[in-house]
C-alpha cells in the first residue's frame, strides 16, 4: 500500500517568515495529495490540494508544489501569521483506490510574533 | 447542512465495556471513514465504505465493527475495549471530489 512520510515533525518560524513542510510518498499510482490543517481540539480542514496531473497550486499565501519524478510534495506557506501555528498533515491517494487517504504523521508548525 | 456529525463528543469506557460511536453525513456522500487519532501522531484508518451495504477493513481494524445500513449513517463499534483504544476518532466522508470532510471527533478514554 501507500506509505507517506512527512517532514519535519515541528517547526518553529518568527512572523513573516516563510515555512516549508515536505511529504515523499512511495507509490508513483497516487494521484491526489491534499493538505490538512488542524488547530488543537479541532477537526482537520483541507487548505490546499494538488493532483498529479499539476506541479504546483497557490491560494493567496500558501502553495503546494509536486514533484513526480522524485515523489516527493511540499506545502510552502508565506508571510507566516500566527493564526498558521498548528498541525498540518500531508495525504496521498492511490488512483482506483476508494478515495482512500494515507497521511503523514504531521507538522507542528508554530510561528512566533 | 450540517455535514458530518458524530456522537458522543467524548466518553470514558471501562475495559471490556461496549460502545457505539456514531456518525451522520447529509450531503449524500457515497464514501465514508472511520479514522483514529493517537496523540501527536498522524490519522489512521479504521474500516471504510464505498456505499450502502459495503465496509471494508482499513489499516487498523481489530476490536471494531461497521455497519452501513443508509447512505447517511456509518456508526463503529467497539466490543471489549481495551486502553489501547484510548485515542481521538474521526469520521470523514467525501463525494466525487476526493475531499474529504471531517466530523468534529469523538475523544475515547478506556480505564
Known amino acids: 500500500g501507500e506509505n507517506v512520510e512527512q517532514h519535519p515533525s515541528t517547526l518553529s518560524v518568527q512572523e513573516g517568515d516563510s515555512a516549508v513542510i515536505k511529504c515523499t510518498y512511495s507509490?508513483?499510482?497516487?494521484?491526489?495529495f491534499p493538505w490538512y490543517k488542524q488547530e488543537l481540539g479541532k477537526r482537520p480542514q483541507l487548505i490546499i490540494d494538488?493532483?498529479?496531473?499539476?506541479g504546483e497550486k497557490k491560494d493567496q499565501r500558501i502553495a503546494v508544489t509536486l514533484n513526480k519524478t522524485a515523489k516527493h510534495f511540499s506545502l510552502h506557506i508565506t508571510e507566516t501569521q500566527p493564526e498558521d501555528s498548528a498541525v498540518y498533515f500531508c495525504?496521498?491517494?492511490?488512483?482506483?483506490?476508494?478515495?482512500?487517504?494515507?497521511f503523514g504523521s504531521g507538522t507542528q508548525l508554530t510561528v512566533l510574533p | 447542512n450540517a455535514g458530518v456529525t458524530q456522537t458522543p463528543k467524548f466518553r470514558i469506557l471501562k475495559i471490556g465495556q461496549s460502545m457505539t460511536l456514531q456518525c451522520t453525513q447529509d450531503?449524500?456522500?457515497?464514501?465514508m471513514y472511520w479514522y483514529r487519532q493517537d496523540p501527536g501522531m498522524g490519522l489512521k484508518l479504521i474500516y471504510y465504505s464505498v456505499g450502502a451495504g459495503i465496509t471494508d477493513k482499513g489499516e487498523v481494524p481489530n476490536g471494531y465493527n461497521v455497519s452501513r445500513s443508509t447512505t447517511e449513517d456509518f456508526p463503529l463499534r467497539l466490543e471489549l475495549a481495551a486502553p489501547s483504544q484510548t485515542s481521538v476518532y474521526f469520521c470523514?466522508?467525501?463525494?466525487?471530489?476526493?475531499?474529504?470532510?471531517f466530523g468534529p471527533g469523538t475523544r475515547l478514554t478506556v480505564l
Open positions: 450531503m449524500n456522500h457515497n464514501y
Open positions: 494538488i493532483r498529479s496531473n499539476v
Open positions: 507509490d508513483s499510482a497516487s494521484n491526489y
Open positions: 470523514a466522508s467525501t463525494g466525487g471530489q476526493d475531499e474529504q470532510f
Open positions: 495525504a496521498g491517494k492511490l488512483a482506483g483506490s476508494a478515495r482512500q487517504l494515507t
